[in-house]
């Protein structure tokens, strides 16, 4: 295992050390736990509190979109595990300024029954919360069975919408709905070329040969729809965009945010090349595109491969995705 | 070779349609010249221009730092190879608004034999270039002959200092001066997990064993100080800082940014772990850490490996650092 680490039961810990360490400006640990990062932005009087939660090995998710106009609030599970219950409840308790939380993550087992029983706990306190689920990945389920998709990269717009929407001084129920109808319009699709291995287990995810790829695999390695011979950039890109295109039509006229996703290992050359065929697809299709996000926004640790999400947009999105944001690994300085 | 691209030879021309495709709000082409980036930033009437060049292959490393702040132009070449001096003549060329243009680049042989022939080509015109070379490699030539030495990641502070000093109205030589005395200032050191493989070579730049790691290799493969058993990434931390240390001490006292910069294919996870010991260690020290940058920023595509730079900043070099930057690949939004 070709990993730079220490002991491997110190990975996750380590990692959340460093990050305060390096972020202590925006960020900081809930009563020094951890496993649980908070905002240091201030915040209005009242705003609705946008939290989430996940397993690690996942940077710049989960935790990586605490701060001013993303997320309030996050708890840190071990690598591919969810955190437990206690500790959503806490974090959703710290996160309410008297208006409620939105607990906003992807659609995995372990995070919905945790959430489920935080969400239970402090509802005995008047404290009010509403779930929306990120169900982005196309591949993981058909379509009529969208609510049961796993959440995959689409999820850090969501984080942007919401975010944007909380810091705007919406009420809980309206965050919601704007953050769900937004996820309505927000498909994923990824392919992997090569595993990653969990530091405490030792061993890769998968198993896949020097000459093939697997297409719309998950982000902890669940098997995708099919493995194939590796293609070339255009044809991986096609490949992606026309499964989206059945799933979500997109027409002439439309107008879509693109997010290319590299899973950790693979170039950024290589995303951007996956870039530009998406780009001239959608345009020769009359379809046009704000505010590309091209990088690692998701990972897999180590795992090479790449996802595409398309997000189509209307003018409260449009304006919600270009709205400020300041955290430790997204950045927007518009107005 | 498993890589999402279509034609090798067409690597870099895709690579470079997309950045224009996705960026096209900061850079654009030099009359349409794929190899010739230019950034669209307004300027101030005189300010000097600061051009770079190189191979690609390292993105964000160059053209990645074209834009408000940072770079006016950077000429590209193949992967790890030189662009042409006729590439670099038009770039200065195009960049210079009548007070010279500060060439400043990593000291690669072809890099400086090019531009040295584009730099007396455009004195003919009474264009003034100024030459600021980037050694900040430790590990690629002894104390006593850093001259010899390579320039790695510490290249992206230098550019950033550069453009900082260019865009509050400084002179030719005085924009060099500071990004020279900014440069005595930064070392870097790096190691590698595994290689790259080149597009158009199509096999991996060189071989290690799978518990084995490179102290100092460059960012093409370049053979490094010893080949040693895979360390802790505490090891791995200390290893590094004591090597920077010797070459250029660091005292109590001492206002350092700390960069952590992955080779590719290096999880941020992991990135995180080393800054944590760095951050430690400089800490026990008395030395203090403005702005760390974690994260990619001089790359060798998919080669897995990190360095870490150290720049000791003065008052100067700090406001610098600070300034604004607003680049397809670095934004700085601090005022």
Known sequence: MKK???????????????????????????????RILMSKAPACEGKVGIVTAGGSGHLPVFLG?????????????????????????????????????????????GDRL???????????DDIPTRTVLVTDDVASSPKGEEGKRRGVAGMVYAFKIAGAAAAMGKSLDEVADITQSALNRIRTMGIALSPCIVPEVGKPTFQIEADE???????????????????????????????????MPLEAGDEVSVMVNGLGA?????????????????????VSIYMPHIGEFATS????????????????SKELLRYPASTPFYTNANK
Chains 1, 2 share one sequence.
């Open 4 to 34: 730079i680490m220490n002991q491997p039961e110190q990975f996750v810990d380590e990692t959340m050390e460093a990050i305060e360490l390096a972020y202590g400006d925006k960020v900081e640990f809930l009563n020094g736990d951890r």
């Open 65 to 109: 979109y605490v701060g001013f106009g993303m997320l309030d609030g996050c708890a840190v599970g071990n690598v591919f595990a969810s955190p437990s219950a206690q500790k959503m409840e806490e974090m959703i308790r710290a996160c309410d300024r008297g208006n409620g939380v939105l607990c906003l993550y992807g659609n995995y087992g």
């Open 114 to 124: 945790n959430f489920g029983m935080a969400c239970e706990a402090v509802e005995f």
């Open 213 to 247: 790829m697997e297409i719309g695999m998950g982000i902890h390695g669940e098997p995708g729809i099919q493995v194939e011979k590796l293609k070339t950039a255009d044809e991986t890109a096609q490949l992606i965009l026309e499964t989206i295109d059945r799933d």
């Open 266 to 286: 693979t170039p950024m050359e290589e995303l951007l090349i996956i870039y530009r065929k998406v780009h001239r697809m959608l345009t020769e299709k009359g």
């Open 301 to 316: 640790m180590e795992m090479a491969g790449l996802s595409v999400t398309i997000f189509k947009l209307d003018k409260q």
